[in-house]
């Protein structure tokens, strides 16, 4: 199965420029060599005044990145610029990055509406859905021929097609979906975790058994599901959730969301609390928390000291994201 994306940076493209009536420039970095801040497929938004959205590098090639979106702008069409910032005086560009590596990037107009953006969009579109997408990247040839297309995913290599460092006329940019968080349990402690994991554009669905709880304006661009939690999988597509943490401070809701997830396909289940009431609730479950061994996390987060809500909510996100970039991190508590 494919990993999870965890750059979201399409995502905050697409939302910038949805606010925005005038054309900008869209930067992608379609190659590289040696060490760079970012990698292919990295993308930034310049807009006519010089506001960025991203960044290709710690911000040693941004300056000059404008000069080069401002004649993108006047022609309307687009172009391909390469640094190669691996002399360690860097005398050729000035910047003195001290980067040592190089990279090729493609500089295309965008407009509010026009093909580029929908492309993009629909991108977009189907990632939110859980489906995998492909961008196509032109970048040698003429103005005419450069710039992204959207294709069907294929996970088989293309006549073409390269991965990032190489060097070929077209560089193919294969997406999958961001990992989609569960949150059971819509406390006051779950909102600023959904704030953070919302910061971090990941896609996050909140559930509770309480009504009074589950309100659109606590937790703002969250998916949210009302409902016992007995109900979840009926309620819930458990298996687009690449985790779920299990918050709801109540004892019998909360067995109840385990029981539940131990019979998922979830990967990590988190689990807010101490160790004695984690164990109560082992017990409880009897013969289905050996179904969760192995991916219970308990108590859920970083071992960062944290003892605020907005302390917890980091150590939580900070795990769920190190779990979905493939590290195992440092859990607070013990995992089952």
């Given at each position: 199965?494919p990993?999870?994306?965890l750059?979201?940076?399409?995502?905050?493209?697409l939302?910038?420029l949805?606010?925005l009536?005038t054309?900008?420039?869209?930067a992608?970095i379609v190659?590289t060599a040696?060490s760079t801040?970012?990698?292919?497929?990295?993308?930034?938004?310049?807009?006519?005044?010089g506001?960025?959205?991203?960044l290709?590098?710690?911000?040693?090639?941004?300056h000059?990145?404008?000069?080069?979106a401002?004649?993108?702008l006047?022609?309307g069409?687009p172009?391909v610029?390469?640094?190669?910032l691996?002399d360690?005086?860097?005398?050729?560009y000035?910047?003195?990055a001290?980067?040592e590596g190089?990279?090729?990037?493609?500089?295309e107009?965008v407009?509010?509406?026009?093909v580029?953006?929908?492309a993009?969009?629909a991108a977009?579109?189907a990632?939110a859905?859980?489906r995998p997408?492909?961008?196509?990247?032109?970048?040698?040839g003429p103005?005419?021929?450069?710039?992204?297309?959207a294709?069907a995913?294929n996970s088989?290599?293309?006549q073409g097609t390269?991965g990032?460092g190489?060097?070929?006329?077209?560089?193919i940019?294969q997406l999958?979906p961001?990992?989609?968080?569960?949150?059971c349990?819509?406390?006051?402690?779950?909102?600023p975790?959904?704030q953070?994991?919302?910061?971090l554009?990941?896609?996050?669905t909140?559930?509770?058994?309480?009504?009074?709880?589950?309100?659109?304006?606590r937790?703002?661009?969250?998916?949210?599901?009302l409902?016992?939690a007995?109900?979840l999988?009926r309620r819930i597509?458990l298996g687009g959730c690449?985790?779920?943490?299990?918050?709801?401070?109540?004892?019998?809701?909360?067995e109840g969301y385990?029981r539940?997830?131990a019979d998922?396909?979830?990967?990590?289940v988190?689990?807010?609390?101490?160790?004695?009431?984690r164990e109560?609730?082992m017990?409880?479950?009897g013969p289905?928390?050996e179904?969760?061994?192995g991916r219970?996390?308990?108590?859920v987060?970083?071992?960062i000291g944290?003892?605020?809500p907005e302390?917890?909510?980091?150590?939580?996100?900070a795990?769920?994201?190190a779990?979905?970039g493939g590290?195992p991190?440092?859990?607070?508590?013990t995992?089952g």
């Amino acid at each position: 199965m494919p990993a999870p994306r965890l750059d979201t940076s399409l995502e905050a493209l697409l939302e910038r420029l949805s606010a925005l009536s005038t054309p900008a420039v869209l930067a992608t970095i379609v190659a590289t060599a040696g060490s760079t801040y970012r990698k292919a497929g990295a993308r930034m938004l310049i807009e006519a005044d010089g506001r960025l959205t991203g960044l290709l590098s710690g911000g040693c090639l941004e300056h000059d990145l404008r000069e080069y979106a401002r004649a993108v702008l006047d022609s309307g069409e687009p172009r391909v610029v390469e640094y190669d910032l691996r002399d360690a005086n860097d005398l050729l560009y000035g910047i003195g990055a001290g980067c040592e590596g190089a990279m090729r990037i493609l500089l295309e107009p965008v407009a509010p509406g026009g093909v580029l953006a929908l492309a993009l969009s629909a991108a977009a579109d189907a990632l939110a859905a859980g489906r995998p997408v492909a961008l196509a990247m032109a970048h040698r040839g003429p103005a005419a021929v450069l710039g992204t297309r959207a294709r069907a995913f294929n996970s088989t290599p293309t006549q073409g097609t390269h991965g990032p460092g190489d060097v070929a006329d077209t560089w193919i940019q294969q997406l999958t979906p961001p990992p989609r968080m569960l949150v059971c349990g819509a406390g006051a402690d779950a909102e600023p975790l959904v704030q953070l994991l919302r910061t971090l554009r990941l896609p996050v669905t909140v559930t509770d058994h309480r009504p009074a709880y589950v309100a659109a304006a606590r937790f703002p661009g969250a998916t949210l599901s009302l409902g016992s939690a007995e109900s979840l999988a009926r309620r819930i597509e458990l298996g687009g959730c690449f985790a779920a943490v299990v918050m709801s401070h109540h004892l019998v809701a909360d067995e109840g969301y385990l029981r539940v997830l131990a019979d998922s396909s979830i990967g990590h289940v988190g689990l807010l609390g101490p160790r004695p009431r984690r164990e109560r609730l082992m017990a409880a479950l009897g013969p289905a928390a050996e179904r969760l061994r192995g991916r219970l996390r308990g108590p859920v987060g970083l071992d960062i000291g944290a003892v605020t809500p907005e302390g917890i909510a980091l150590a939580i996100a900070a795990e769920l994201h190190a779990l979905a970039g493939g590290r195992p991190g440092t859990p607070a508590g013990t995992s089952g």
